[in-house]
C-alpha cells in the first residue's frame, strides 16, 4: 500500500519527502477536495524530486467541460509527472465517459496514469456514483480510481461509506486491471481499519498537518509516523 501526501507548497513537499511519503500529490486546498495547483509550483516539486518518489498533480473537481479538462492534463504531464488526478463532479456516466476519454487522450504520448475520483459524499453533491468509475475507467483507458470526499467539513470518508463498500470498490478496480486509492479527510482510526484492505493508495493530507488543511502545514515527522504505521 504507497502512501500518497498532498502537499500544496515546495516546503511542505519537502516535509513529505523526509517523512517517507511514496507519492507527491501537488495539490491547492483553496479550490477544493481535488484543487488545482499553479504549474510554477508543480515544476519546482519536480526538481527537486528524489529518484523513486513519484509525483501526482491535481487537475481540480471538473464538471462537464473535456476542452478545459484536458488541456489541464495536457499541461500537468508537460510538466513531468506521474500521475494526473481529475475530481469527477458530473452526474451522467455518458458525460463522465467522454471526460475520461478527452482527459486519456490528452496524455496519451506521455508516460503518465491516469486517475479518475469520485466522491464519497456522491449523494449530497449530486456527482456520479464513484461505483460507475471504475468501469469508466477500464473503457477509457485509466490506469487508477479513487474515492475521496467533495466536502471538508468534519466528515471523512468512513462517515460516507462502509469497509464493505470500499472493499466492493477496490474489487471492482483491481477487475478492470485498475490500482485503487481511498483518501477524504482520514483519521488514524480509519486507517487502521483501511489498512488490511486491498487498496493500493492511502491519500491523505489533514492526517498528517499541523493545524487545518488549508491553512496548516505538513508536518514531516507526521509523515514518517504514518509510514511506519502502514508497514506494521
Not at 513537499?13 to 481535488?34: H, Q, R, Y
Not at 490528452?106 to 456520479?128: H, M, Q, T
Request: glycine residues 10%; proline residues 3%.
Amino acid at each position: 500500500m504507497k502512501l500518497l501526501v498532498s502537499p500544496k507548497s515546495v516546503e511542505e513537499a519537502k516535509a513529505a519527502i523526509k517523512g517517507g511519503a511514496d507519492i507527491i500529490d501537488v495539490k491547492n486546498p483553496k479550490e477544493g477536495s481535488l484543487g488545482a495547483n499553479f504549474p510554477w509550483v508543480i515544476k519546482e516539486i519536480k526538481d527537486i524530486l528524489p529518484s523513486g518518489i513519484e509525483l501526482s498533480a491535481a487537475l481540480g473537481d471538473l464538471n462537464f467541460k473535456p476542452g478545459t479538462a484536458s488541456l489541464a492534463a495536457y499541461g500537468a504531464v508537460s510538466l513531468g509527472v506521474d500521475y494526473i488526478k481529475a475530481g469527477f463532479l458530473t452526474a451522467e456516466k455518458k458525460e463522465a465517459r467522454e471526460l475520461a476519454n478527452k482527459i486519456s487522450n490528452a496524455v496519451r504520448n506521455f508516460n503518465a496514469k491516469v486517475v479518475l475520483a469520485g466522491y464519497a459524499d456522491y449523494k449530497e453533491i449530486g456527482s456520479i456514483s464513484p461505483f460507475i468509475l471504475p468501469e469508466v475507467a477500464g473503457e477509457e483507458g485509466a490506469h487508477v480510481v479513487m474515492i475521496d470526499t467533495a466536502r471538508k467539513e468534519g466528515r471523512g470518508l468512513l462517515d460516507y461509506l462502509n469497509v464493505g463498500e470500499l472493499e466492493k470498490f477496490i474489487q471492482l478496480a483491481h477487475e478492470h486491471e485498475l490500482k485503487a486509492a481511498l483518501a477524504g479527510s482520514l483519521k488514524i482510526k480509519d486507517i487502521k481499519l483501511l489498512k488490511d484492505t486491498d487498496a493500493d493508495i492511502i491519500g491523505v493530507r489533514s492526517l498528517v498537518c499541523i493545524g487545518d488543511r488549508i491553512n496548516g502545514r505538513i508536518s514531516a515527522k507526521k509523515v514518517r509516523e504514518l509510514k511506519e504505521f502502514l508497514r506494521r
